[in-house]
């Protein structure tokens, strides 16, 4: 038990830098509609870092020691969280975001396939991993359809302009 105290204030630190990351997309986001919805999973990241937080704190007051600060303090530095873009535009925060749930999904699995003492924690994260997974596939896909989006209606602009023949006659 000693072990998953660290563990889950890592995944508490991943999903609040998710939570981050998703407010800022969610500031620059153009779309009303996803501007609601990268808002509302920015909620539900902090409730989950708020849990993850809380049940962290049980686990280490339940535990006979304490762990040491030396592994806390390793634990800190393999966590230091990706710096958001310098770019503030609707992509680069949509990619940030992506990235930060990619890597709380990844965090969430490797705590998962670990024997864990208590089924309703696993339980608790088995849905925080199955969000993250459906939110990285949602972010993934907003980013692949901004892209095209963008693309094409540059490329339809230079297709409205006249041709060179049609301007000298």
Known sequence: MEALSPSL?????????????????????????????????????????????????????????????????????????????SDNGELARLRHAAQQVARAAAAYGSVLRDPLPDPELRLLLAHYYRGATELQRLLDSRVADFKPARQSASGVRRNNSPSPELRHR
């Not at 204030?9 to 990351?21: G, T, V």
């Not at 800190?76 to 873009?85: C, F, H, K």
């Open 9 to 85: 204030s890592r995944l508490s630190r991943h999903a609040q830098a998710c939570a981050e990351a998703l407010s800022a997309a969610a500031a620059a986001a153009s779309d009303p509609q996803a501007r609601a919805v990268l808002a509302h999973r920015a909620n539900m990241q902090r409730c989950a870092a708020g849990e993850l937080a809380t049940r962290a704190c049980a686990y280490r007051d339940d535990a006979a020691a304490e762990p040491s600060p030396t592994d806390a303090n390793s634990a800190r530095r393999r966590d230091v969280a990706l710096t958001p873009p």
